[in-house]
């Protein structure tokens, strides 16, 4: 059995830090020795250029622009800034967006690329409650940090069009649309089961609980009835479906969107209960309705109280007790044993008139459908596993043309309908296809009233409210007495959050906005008494249609200045991580679209490209494994060691590749387990991308994340590999030195170089367009260490080849153009053009073969006829070799392809 190496966390973190500690010294060291010896001096040209940016607003867009020109928008999703600063995952996406946003300049578009803050968030209020401090002095902070790290890592945003979603001139418009959201009816209150957590007193989404407990801080959390607000995103629902097929956006998005919304196509039936209450259902499969043989609700569905007989009242109550403890995801795992309740009450199924008990299950939600089920045993896995949980019956109404067993496992497919008829109601589906019995089982439905077809969905109205108080407050009131929501006056917008040093919710359990009495008790409009709402909006609010203020952020009379919005928009290219697919894009969606109706945009649909870069995982870590004795053993015969086996953390320098594996370089039959982690504190592999940069410089930094794969691959960090690319541009710039002191600087191009120069623009520029950075960087090396074999290059190469390199390392790129005799930045210089005509090949070298074997190779005009083909060839001596003393019996010429003698 393996066994954890025996040590503490400190020292084990300890161990592992000064690893990193020591080669962030090192890289530093060699970045200096690489300097001295010729290198190039990153950190002074790297400052220089970065003020100069600066200082001349160089990506400055202006408000007014020359709107024949065509427009490009680069965004990436904005960053929370939270206290740890970037981490070399960020630059990823923005160093992509950086680079098309630099190159389409270069082709002559008008170029919006901004960056801000998605300022509002619960870490700075936790900390606010922790130690008192105000989360607008704490987010201040880390805006800073994130600020100053991406200037230095030379991103060509326009800083002047920053924005934060806690800028009071921001969030006035983000009330300003949820008044517009109220005017339609799409926000609302209501009194919904939400998941409560005590400890951070406020309620939380879905995805911020796991395991039942707070995904930050892991406190416990319950779920329970809340008065909340809620957008009516279901409203949507039809269109944030049907315009995905306008989008170029990866396909697994799209898909993961239409599965969140979840739209089916069904029937809602109606089951009598005991004193004719009606218990309704929705079902995707009403031909199996002569198979439900009893019914299910969820834990939270309004009628369980009345549904549950005196006798089963108290096990009731103790089961809803349990499952809210329980998250969704949790409670509609597939793979755990089903839990249950039976209320001691029975619902008639409308179709056989049969009596079948109605249970309480907490795998039936009561957001999703009717909050109640019927149960098919027969044909649903959830519903037979908790069938023969319970010992309920199970009834076949489906039957393929091979036998299958249902009692021991759910039939879920395709066939002919089995006892499916009532001669009493005069229904018989027997021997239909059950596809067509489906059409009809509603029809007959909808003849007695006990039923309709439907449409259904997964996708529930957004729960619009947070009890805390960093966040936008709710621009609305209640007089008192009243729970008509009255909104503020849009003059008085924006309702500014009041400054507290009290960031607890009260002892009642109110929001901590309830606190500030002041704030809270006012006059209505009408002149009545009336109290301010406490709860403030989610995080995703601000984040919702920050891309529009973006466009128009300093305009106080609109959100957005209409002819601004018409040029600017859709968003051309929109990058960030995948885990985003169905929340905040969906969200944007639904608010750009209500936004469409009420004119104050002219699209459909807000990101028209959307690209999802890869993880990048923490460098490779090497575990081997030693004997109690200290014995080391191969990773791949540990099951056979006697005893325990104890795992060892073996350093990258005492570690070698074999075949396709890895070993100990002193041993090298011992094998080692290697495996990337994802980025984590906890792990103690975190990149910190300011020790790259001052180790390797920026550029390095840039160029190495789009070099280690395609942009949408899960990829793994390794220092060597920032050495490496260092090393290219330190070879770049020495070759600009050598030619800039050659007496060949201005000679003219020779045929070669005139090829190397011309495909390597097409290349690079292909591949930039395709997002294909890692090829494009691939066929910059080439041209590198192809000059630098020739010694110098002329002017007419170094030029166009800054141009290319600028948009991926900006900075050397514009330190080399200066040095060619440049005053002004490149960074509008217009990109190189390649000419056709220097990459038409017009010579080709092909394979000569003897008696079907090759046997040499010759260099050819594209259009040499055989008798030439066979005169080079015969000046090979191998060909001669095989050929010699023989009659030439055939010869197979191919043009441009193949040669073949065949001799007797």
């Not at 209640?478 to 002892?507: A, H, M, N, Q």
Request: glycine share 6%.
């Amino acid at each position: 059995m393996r066994q954890p190496l025996q040590s503490s966390p400190a020292t084990r973190l300890a161990r592992h830090t000064s690893h990193f500690t020591r080669r962030a010294v090192a890289t530093d060291a060699e970045a200096e020795a690489n300097v001295s010896s010729g290198a190039y001096p990153f950190k002074d040209l790297e400052a220089k250029w970065q003020k100069y940016w600066m200082d001349n607003e160089t990506f400055r867009t202006p408000e007014e622009v020359d709107t024949s020109k065509p427009k490009y928008y680069a965004l990436d999703m904005f960053p929370y800034p939270s206290g740890a600063g970037l981490h070399v995952g960020h630059p990823e996406g923005y160093t992509a967006t950086d680079i098309i946003a630099r190159y389409k300049r270069m082709n002559g578009y008008n170029v919006l690329h901004p960056m801000g803050w998605d300022a509002f968030g619960l870490p700075a209020e936790q900390y606010a409650i922790e130690t008192g401090t105000h989360p607008r002095e704490t987010t201040k902070k880390n805006v800073n940090r994130f600020r100053e790290q991406l200037q230095s890592l030379g991103f060509s945003y326009d800083w002047k069009r920053e924005l934060a979603t806690t800028d009071e001139k921001y969030y006035k418009w983000t009330q300003w649309i949820f008044l517009k959201l109220l005017e339609r009816g799409l926000a609302y209150q209501a009194e919904v089961p939400v998941n409560w957590c005590p400890a951070l007193g406020t309620v939380l989404a879905n995805e911020e609980v796991i395991d039942g407990l707070s995904e930050r801080g892991n406190h416990p959390v319950i779920r329970k009835p809340m008065k909340q607000w809620m957008l009516r995103i279901t409203a949507y629902a039809d269109r944030l479906i049907d315009d995905l097929d306008l989008l170029d956006w990866p396909d697994s998005i799209k898909e993961m969107q239409r599965n969140w919304i979840g739209r089916s196509t069904g029937a809602e039936i109606v089951f009598k209960t005991e004193g004719d209450k009606e218990l309704t259902v929705f079902t995707t499969r009403p031909d199996t309705l002569f198979g439900a043989t009893y019914m299910v609700v969820a834990p939270e569905h309004p009628m369980l109280k009345e549904l549950t007989t005196e006798d089963c009242a108290d096990a009731v109550e103790a089961y809803v007790v349990e499952s809210a403890k329980k998250s969704d995801l949790e409670r509609t795992e597939l793979q755990k044993t089903k839990t249950g309740v039976a209320t001691g009450s029975y619902a008639t199924n409308p179709v056989t008139g049969e009596k079948i008990p109605v249970w309480v299950a907490d795998y039936v939600l009561g957001s999703y459908g009717s909050g109640a089920v019927m149960a098919v045993p027969a044909h649903d896995t959830r519903d037979h596993a908790f069938a023969q949980e319970y010992g309920l019956p199970i009834k076949q109404v489906v039957q393929p043309k091979e036998e299958v067993d249902v009692q021991s496992e759910a039939f879920t497919g395709t066939g002919k309908m089995i006892n499916s008829a009532n001669a009493g109601l005069g229904l018989d589906f027997n021997g239909m296809a059950n596809q067509e019995a489906l059409a009809a089982i509603v029809e007959a439905l909808e003849a007695q009233e006990a039923g309709s077809k439907k449409v259904n969905y997964k996708l529930r109205d957004w729960l619009f409210a947070r009890q805390r108080y960093w966040g936008e407050p709710f621009p609305v009131m209640f007089e008192e007495g009243s729970t008509e929501p009255i909104p503020v006056p849009e003059s008085e917008l924006p309702l500014v959050l009041p400054e507290t040093d009290v960031y607890k919710p009260t002892e009642d359990g109110k929001p901590p906005l309830a606190n500030i009495t002041d704030w809270v008790n006012i006059t209505s409009p009408n002149g009545k008494p009336a109290m301010r709402e406490t709860n403030t909006m989610p995080q995703w609010a601000g984040s919702c249609w920050y891309y529009l203020r973006f466009i128009d952020p300093e305009n106080d009379q609109y959100a957005i200045d209409p002819e601004l919005e018409k040029y600017w928009m859709p968003v051309d290219l929109y990058v960030g991580g995948a885990e985003h697919c169905c929340l905040h894009l969906l969200y944007a969606r639904f608010w750009h679209k209500v936004l469409y109706d009420i004119g104050v945009v002219n699209t459909k649909e807000p990101f028209q490209t959307l690209v999802n870069q890869g993880m990048i995982l923490g460098e490779v870590e090497y575990t081997g494994y030693k004997t109690e004795e200290g014995e080391w053993v191969s990773s791949n015969k540990t099951k056979k060691v006697e005893g325990d086996v104890i795992s060892v953390k073996v350093p990258a320098e005492e570690v070698e590749k074999k075949g396709d594996g890895y070993v100990l370089k002193d041993a090298a039959q011992i094998r080692l387990d290697s495996r990337a982690h994802k980025m984590s504190k906890s792990r103690g592999n975190v990149i910190n991308p300011d020790d790259v940069v001052q180790g390797y410089g920026a550029d390095s930094l840039r160029l190495y994340e789009m070099f280690m794969g395609p942009l949408r691959d899960t990829k793994v960090w390794s220092t060597r590999g920032v050495d490496g690319v260092h090393r290219f541009l330190a070879r770049a710039w020495r070759l600009y030195e050598a030619s800039l002191a050659s007496d060949t600087l201005d000679a003219e191009l020779t045929k070669e170089q005139l090829k190397l120069l011309n495909a390597t623009i097409k290349k690079v520029g292909e591949d930039t367009e395709n997002m294909a950075f890692n090829t494009a960087i691939s066929s910059m090396m080439e041209f590198v260490n192809a000059g630098t074999k020739q010694g110098s290059l002329p002017r007419a190469m170094l030029e166009p080849f800054a141009l290319i390199l600028a948009p991926y390392a900006p900075h050397v790129a514009e330190e080399l153009w200066s040095k060619l005799g440049h005053e002004n930045t490149l960074a509008y210089e217009a990109y190189p053009e390649y000419d056709e005509q220097y990459l038409v090949e017009d010579t080709v070298t092909m394979g000569v073969q003897v008696q079907g074997k090759m046997r040499g190779t010759i260099e050819l005009a594209v259009d040499a006829d055989e008798e030439t083909a066979m005169a080079a060839a015969m000046e090979q001596p191998n060909v001669a070799k095989w050929t010699d003393g023989k009659t030439v019996r055939k010869v197979i010429y191919r043009p441009g392809k193949i040669l073949n003698i065949i001799v007797g």
